[in-house]
């Protein structure tokens, strides 16, 4: 079975960072998109970044970028997300996501970034709390 476990959230300071993991299982990790989430009570689920399978192409949010840096290690099965100079605003339940077969250059890298269909397989998320 296809398992993806966040780890990493908490409580931080403004202008403080935190690093979350996602580590993945059950299915060949290396030949698929992976993308952050986000999101909060009453909004919807946004899209903040996303990697393609070797990693070599990365789309950030505008929310986000120049403060988040994404990245895997395909050896290790693992998805990372490094949060720098977090706001307020970042207060959400973060998921990381596998994409769907054959959306890579679509839902994952393309012009349909950060959208939820594009992806098949959510970790259960983990909180980040910034005050």
């Known amino acids: 079975d296809v398992q993806l476990v966040e780890s990493g959230g908490g409580s931080v300071q403004a202008g403080g960072s935190l690093r979350l993991s996602c580590a993945a299982s059950?299915?060949?990790?290396?030949?698929?998109?992976m993308g952050w989430f986000r999101q909060t009570p009453g909004k919807e689920r946004e899209g903040i970044a996303a990697?393609?399978?070797?990693?070599?192409?990365?789309v950030y949010a505008n929310s986000v970028k120049g403060r988040f840096t994404v990245s895997r290690d395909n050896a290790k099965n693992a998805l990372y997300l490094q949060m720098d100079n977090l706001e307020s605003d970042d207060t959400a339940m973060y998921y990381c996501?596998?994409?769907?077969?054959?959306?890579?250059?679509?839902?994952?890298?393309?012009?349909?970034?950060?959208?939820?269909?594009?992806?098949?397989?959510w970790g259960q998320g983990t909180q980040v709390t910034v005050s």
């Open positions: 996501a596998a994409g769907r077969p054959g959306r890579e250059n679509t839902y994952c890298i393309g012009p349909y970034f950060g959208t939820p269909s594009g992806y098949n397989y």
């Open positions: 059950g299915y060949t990790y290396s030949s698929y998109c």
């Open positions: 990697l393609n399978g070797g990693g070599g192409s990365i």
